[in-house]
């Protein structure tokens, strides 16, 4: 009865752990969906704010600078059609 029970507990320690893992990044992966989702329908000021310590801080800073260079192209040739 003993190495059943030591098994189930190492899985849920495992399973606890790899879900404290996971979560922020998925937090942050869910960000940078809507944040697309949100600049695909034609909002341009949408930005993706994540964690500085964050794993997906370098593309949410790209995510970002792609869509203030696309906010600044679109307001230029606005300008230019005028």
Same mark, same amino acid.
Request: proline share 0%; charged share 25%.
């Given at each position: 009865y003993v190495m059943p029970l /030591?098994?189930?507990s190492l899985a849920a320690i495992l *399973? /606890?752990?790899t879900f404290l893992w996971v979560r922020p990044?998925?937090?942050d992966m869910r960000q /940078?969906?809507?944040g697309a989702q949100t600049l695909g329908s034609g909002a341009l000021e949408a930005?993706?704010?994540v964690a500085s310590?964050? *794993?997906l801080r370098p593309l949410a800073d790209t995510f970002n600078a792609m869509a203030d260079r696309i906010q600044s192209l679109v307001t230029r040739q606005r300008e /230019?059609?005028?």
């Open positions: /030591l098994y189930g *399973a /606890l752990i990044l998925w937090r /940078l969906e809507q930005r993706v704010d310590r964050s *794993a /230019l059609n005028n």
